[in-house]
């Protein structure tokens, strides 16, 4: 059928669908590196699992886009360009570069074309609420074995894994202020593995950026190329100072405490969730402090290798899910809805992949509970939506608190955007907002047909 008819109708498009526990308590550190696939263990006593994923599935298939979204092309729309790293390759979505190996393993393996030109493999997790409870602590943690290759054929080589502030997403120009935290980073196949903390601001700072507040070590055993090795952050927030702890096989290499900086800028960097990412970079800065490349030596089609990623949370409570415990000032995934009616999910091509929620009609609603707007009101709704709908057909997109009998806070208009997956990103003012509110996004129209995808939404002040 056409997607630019005005025909009414329901559009039916297909629906789409970290690692050792704490290895003091089981004591399985060193067994870890020997197997090339070993399943996340079960959380021990006073731990909860909060997320896991194994990478079970067939050979050469994607990720489980409920669990993970691509991050694709040089950088974020509207974000720094070559993801604000100087890295050179087009990140995708495609198999060739982010697969799974049917063994229970992912592999991101960074492709050269005949034209010189590099590919490579981002992806991050759809939920950005990683943080501990309050009194609690947060253990984030992948079992990997680093690109196998070493010397010259290693140059330009920067596998890593780690997370960004979820405030991050939507506005891309809040680094470092938002805090980034390193779990593991490595360059140029040196048999060494870098964790840091970014914050504050740039250049330097607080925080010495660019270069962040890092340690590093050696892997110990087999060499990080050569082996799988487990790497965890352990955030406490049982502790005073509050500590940021990172490990290799259990070995706790470097620390930072929130009193090494002042309290805005690490209220400012801890304050919030966060996202995890696994990716493949070849080039940038880090790479150029070691040397540079990648050059003619370089040598493509080495895959960083993840056994699983696990998220443990202990403490005063657990880590939320994504229901319930949303910042207003992120992106929440139209997808996360709580309940919904008349919409439904498909993946979306937009830039970061995951999925949207489309099909929507006049009367259709979705609900998202708890959403925290925190003390400084909220005046403005922002939305990512795109529209095929035929001509004569729009309609509006409402926000509402706590009941869809409440009258709108705010609204915007949207008609033929050009296609159902060509994105854009609309702005409307809204009735001043504070506290914690469940969010409806419902849907009026004056004709019966779909008019409206939404992938994402946000407030601002």
Same mark, same amino acid.
């Given at each position: 059928?056409?997607?630019? %008819?005005?025909t009414p109708h329901r559009?039916?498009?297909?629906?789409?669908?970290?690692?050792?526990?704490?290895? %003091?308590?089981?004591?399985?550190?060193?067994?870890?590196v020997a197997s090339a696939?070993?399943?996340? +263990? *079960? +959380?021990?006593?006073?731990?909860?699992?909060?997320?896991?994923?194994?990478?079970?599935?067939?050979?050469?298939?994607?990720? !489980?886009?409920?669990?993970?979204?691509?991050?694709?092309?040089?950088?974020?729309?509207?974000?720094?360009?070559?993801?604000?790293?100087?890295?050179?390759? !087009?990140?995708?979505?495609?198999?060739? !570069?982010?697969?799974?190996?049917? !063994?229970?393993?992912?592999?991101?393996?960074?492709?050269?074309?005949?034209?010189?030109?590099?590919?490579?493999?981002?992806?991050?997790?759809?939920?950005?609420?990683?943080?501990?409870?309050?009194?609690?602590?947060?253990?984030?943690?992948?079992?990997?074995?680093?690109?196998?290759?070493?010397?010259?054929?290693?140059?330009?080589?920067?596998?890593?894994?780690?997370?960004?502030?979820?405030?991050?997403?939507?506005?891309?120009?809040?680094?470092?202020?938002?805090?980034?935290?390193?779990?593991?980073?490595?360059?140029?196949?040196?048999?060494?593995?870098?964790?840091?903390?970014?914050?504050?601001?740039? *250049?330097?700072?607080?925080?010495?950026?660019?270069?962040?507040?890092?340690?590093?070590?050696?892997?110990?055993?087999?060499?990080?190329?050569?082996?799988?090795?487990?790497?965890?952050?352990?955030?406490?927030?049982?502790?005073?100072?509050?500590?940021?702890?990172?490990?290799?096989?259990?070995?706790?290499?470097?620390?930072?405490?929130?009193?090494?900086?002042?309290?805005?800028?690490?209220?400012?960097?801890?304050?919030?969730?966060?996202?995890?990412?696994?990716?493949?970079?070849?080039?940038?800065?880090?790479?150029?402090?070691?040397?540079?490349?990648?050059?003619?030596?370089?040598?493509?089609?080495?895959?960083?290798?993840?056994?699983?990623?696990?998220?443990?949370?202990?403490?005063?409570?657990?880590?939320? +899910?994504?229901?319930?415990?949303?910042?207003?000032?992120?992106?929440?995934?139209?997808?996360?809805?709580?309940? /919904?009616?008349?919409?439904?999910?498909?993946?979306? %091509?937009?830039?970061?992949?995951?999925?949207?929620?489309?099909?929507?009609?006049?009367?259709?609603?979705?609900?998202?509970?708890?959403?925290?707007?925190?003390?400084?009101?909220?005046?403005?709704?922002?939305?990512?939506?795109?529209?095929?709908?035929?001509?004569?057909?729009?309609?509006?997109?409402?926000?509402?608190?706590? %009941?869809?009998?409440?009258?709108?806070?705010?609204?915007?208009?949207?008609?033929?955007?050009?296609?159902?997956?060509?994105?854009?990103?609309? +702005?409307?003012?809204?009735?001043?907002?504070?506290?914690?509110?469940?969010?409806?996004?419902?849907?009026?129209?004056? /004709?019966?047909?779909?008019?409206?995808?939404?992938?994402?939404?946000?407030?601002?002040?």
């Open positions: 059928m056409s997607e630019t %008819s005005g559009r039916r498009r297909p629906l789409r669908r970290a690692l050792i526990a704490l290895c %003091s308590a089981l004591g399985l550190a060193a067994a870890a696939d070993a399943a996340a +263990p *079960p +959380p021990p006593s006073g731990w909860t699992q909060v997320f896991v994923d194994d990478f079970n599935g067939a050979a050469g298939t994607g990720v !489980n886009t409920t669990n993970w979204q691509y991050a694709t092309g040089h950088g974020y729309p509207g974000g720094p360009a070559n993801w604000g790293t100087g890295e050179i390759e !087009n990140m995708t979505s495609s198999t060739n !570069n982010v697969a799974l190996d049917g !063994n229970g393993n992912l592999r991101i393996t960074p492709r050269r074309d005949a034209s010189g030109n590099w590919t490579s493999g981002r992806i991050e997790t759809n939920r950005g609420d990683f943080q501990p409870p309050a009194g609690g602590k947060l253990r984030v943690q992948s079992r990997i074995q680093m690109p196998n290759v070493t010397g010259t054929a290693a140059r330009g080589y920067w596998p890593a894994f780690w997370m960004l502030g979820t405030p991050y997403r939507g506005n891309w120009w809040n680094w470092p202020s938002v805090g980034e935290l390193d779990i593991m980073e490595n360059v140029q196949g040196l048999n060494t593995v870098w964790s840091t903390m970014h914050c504050g601001t740039s *250049p330097g700072g607080p925080c010495n950026e660019t270069t962040g507040i890092g340690g590093s070590r050696a892997c110990p055993g087999t060499t990080c190329q050569a082996g799988f090795h487990t790497y965890a952050l352990e955030w406490d927030r049982s502790t005073s100072p509050e500590q940021i702890r990172f490990y290799v096989d259990d070995i706790n290499y470097h620390t930072v405490r929130a009193n090494q900086v002042d309290a805005t800028t690490w209220a400012n960097a801890t304050n919030h969730g966060f996202f995890i990412i696994l990716n493949v970079a070849m080039g940038g800065g880090f790479v150029d402090a070691f040397g540079g490349g990648p050059d003619a030596a370089t040598v493509p089609g080495h895959s960083m290798v993840v056994d699983y990623v696990q998220v443990l949370s202990s403490g005063s409570g657990t880590t939320p +899910p994504p229901t319930g415990n949303r910042d207003a000032y992120s992106a929440i995934q139209a997808e996360s809805h709580d309940s /919904q009616s008349g919409t439904m999910t498909e993946a979306t %091509s937009d830039t970061g992949g995951g999925q949207n929620i489309g099909a929507i009609a006049n009367g259709d609603w979705a609900l998202y509970r708890g959403v925290n707007f925190g003390s400084s009101a909220a005046t403005q709704f922002i939305g990512r939506v795109a529209s095929g709908a035929g001509s004569g057909v729009s309609g509006l997109v409402e926000v509402r608190l706590d %009941s869809r009998s409440n009258a709108p806070i705010g609204s915007f208009a949207v008609g033929n955007t050009g296609g159902w997956q060509s994105w854009r990103t609309i +702005p409307a003012n809204i009735s001043s907002v504070t506290g914690t509110h469940d969010v409806y996004l419902t849907f009026t129209s004056g /004709q019966p047909a779909d008019f409206v995808n939404v992938n994402w939404f946000n407030f601002g002040h």
